[in-house]
Every structure is written in C-alpha cells, then in structure tokens.
C-alpha cells in the first residue's frame, strides 16, 4: 500500500493551507486580536484554535511513526501537552507557524516510500482514556489519520470564520487551482 504518495502530501498541503488561514487573520485584524483567536473556540467544552493547530500536527506525525511502527519521538507529548493546556496558554501566532513549519518540514523529509507498507499489517490504536482500536494500516490510515487531520483542520477553519476572518471555499482548495482549465473560469 502506497500511502507516503498520499498521506504526506495531504498533510503538506492543508497544513500550509492552515498557515495562510492564520496569516489572512492576521492581514484582516490588528495584531492583538489575531493573537487573541488562538483562545477562541466554537463551544465552551470545546479545544481552541490553538490546540486545534497543534492536533492536526499531531495526527500527521502520529500516523508517520504509527505507519512506520516507531516510537513516538517527545514532540508529540510536547504538542499533545501544549494543546490541552492552551485554554490558559495558547501561545502566539509564531508558536503556531513553528510548529505547523516543523511538520512540514518532516512530511518533507520522508523518503519516496517512507510509509508503504502491507495494507493488512496490524496496528492498535490506543487512545489517551484507554480505548484501544485494532485496525489495519489501510482502516487506521482511512478511517483514523486521515479523519482526525481533517476534523482539526475545519475546525480551525470554523474557529476563523465564526470570527469572521473572510475565508472561502477557493482558501479551502487553494491547492486545487493548479488543476483548473483557465477556460472553465466563469467570466465577470
């Protein structure tokens, strides 16, 4: 199964998506109120903007080593403990980027084949409450990783429109325009 083609650049491409997101906050607010939307969120009981940041990091260097069958290396408890705590300390905008720049920078590292494997090799899943998922390389890449990326991801993009950052569906699949026939724009 050939998942470095698709995982990695999947990541790689909606995690600087992510970044231009915080970037047009921090184009279309003063400097003091984007920092602030790191804090905001869409529900009280829910993680904000900041956490939802570093999770999606996660869920993409989580399914790195998961696929590889590694140890997790300390970023992940790093970006796991700075989003549970970030209701009291978010941190800024640059801690942000960091860190979405770091991830990048890993996904970028991988080698052509990094994360292909046998589809049906077997991986437990284990969540922080003790749940565990026994799950296959395919099931936990499908049905897990890819899944956890994206619900981190639009929810940030929630988080920034409920702010009302002026963002679109054309910031959503910015990385599509290389594929569009320029005839096919509609006109005026």
Wanted: hydrophobic share 45%; glycine share 6%; aromatic share 8%.
């Amino acid at each position: 199964m050939q998942l470095t083609t698709l995982l990695a650049p999947t990541y790689t491409q909606m995690l600087k998506t992510l970044a231009g997101w915080l970037k047009k906050a921090q184009a279309q607010l003063p400097e003091a109120e984007a920092q602030a939307l790191l804090s905001a969120r869409l529900a009280p009981d829910m993680f904000p903007l900041s956490t939802q940041v570093r999770f999606a990091c996660v869920q993409a260097r989580e399914a790195v080593c998961r696929l590889r069958g590694e140890a997790f290396p300390a970023v992940i408890k790093e970006l796991l403990d700075e989003g549970r705590q970030a209701g009291e300390r978010p941190g800024t905008l640059a801690d942000a980027y960091a860190r979405i720049d770091e991830t990048v920078a890993l996904l970028d590292g991988l080698a052509a084949d990094a994360l292909d494997m046998d589809a049906d090799k077997p991986i437990a899943h284990e969540l922080a409450n003790g749940m565990i998922f026994d799950l296959t390389a395919e099931q936990y890449a499908r049905d897990w990783t890819l899944a956890q990326f994206y619900f981190h991801v639009m929810t940030a993009y929630s988080i920034l429109r409920k702010a009302g950052i002026e963002l679109g569906k054309a910031d959503y699949v910015a990385h599509m325009l290389p594929y569009l026939r320029p005839e096919s724009i509609p006109k005026g």
